[in-house]
């Protein structure tokens, strides 16, 4: 769609969301220097409340082990990971010799969680988009007068100790099956990730992240208790 038209149409949806802290992901992509800074000035000044930039750094190796290991419920949609975020129940197809999850939601009656087309290449279809996202936000970070925030997903494992505790890490899962029980064995540890520079990090779970998203927040809207 043209920008104009997206323009028209974000304004139009904040419009209708008076009184309303907006969060908007996903800005165009692939614009000249020259509309990016047309549409985040627009953007910016068209509502007299305060804006924030709100910047995520996530290692690649990340993103794309997390869409490697995507498992959907056929039935209702849930998505999980399943070295990264694996259901309560997993189960052993003793003939195939494969793990497998099964959906926690009730109504789903144990269905198996499958992988999508596709998930297998992992970030490799999607490489060019995290480049324009890259240019993206190096734009935003051009772009003076507006506060910004940042998040980071992962931290080099020499300096975990100092600042996150082994609850805040991103585990990885394993399982094991016991021929003589016919049970699963779910094996748990912290997840190891090379960084964007190649260095061995943790990476976070969600709600480290927002914690930090938060406390940030109360600092640049000022939102101190009196
Ligand atoms: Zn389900």
Redesign the pocket.
């Known amino acids: 769609m043209p920008t104009e038209l997206i323009l028209a149409l974000v304004k139009r949806e904040i419009a209708k969301r008076r009184k309303k802290a907006l969060f908007i992901d996903g800005f165009p992509r692939g614009l000249d220097q020259i509309s990016y800074s047309l549409f985040f000035r627009d953007l910016i000044g068209y509502r007299d409340d305060p804006d924030i930039f709100i910047l995520i750094d996530v290692p690649e190796t990340v993103i794309d082990e997390r869409i490697k290991w995507r498992r959907v419920?056929?039935?209702?949609?849930?998505s999980r990971n399943f070295k990264l975020l694996p259901t309560s129940k997993v189960n052993y197809d003793e003939t195939k010799k494969e793990f497998y999850l099964l959906?926690?939601?009730p109504?789903?009656k144990g269905?198996k969680?499958l992988s999508k087309e596709g998930d297998e290449l992992g970030i490799k279809p999607i490489k060019e988009r995290l480049k324009q996202d890259e240019e993206l936000i190096e734009r935003a970070l051009s772009l003076y007068g507006i506060p910004k925030i940042f998040l980071r997903n992962s931290l080099p494992v020499k300096d975990a100790k100092n600042y996150i505790d082994d609850y805040e890490i991103t585990p990885e899962y394993s399982y094991e099956f016991d021929e003589k029980t016919k049970k699963v064995k779910i094996i748990e540890k912290s997840w190891q990730v090379r960084d964007d520079e190649g260095k061995p990090s943790y990476s976070l779970l969600p709600p480290p992240v927002v914690v930090s998203l938060i406390k940030q927040m109360v600092e640049v809207l000022s939102l101190y208790p009196v």
Do not use: M, R
């Open positions: 419920c056929p039935l209702c949609q849930t959906c926690d939601n109504d789903c269905a969680l």
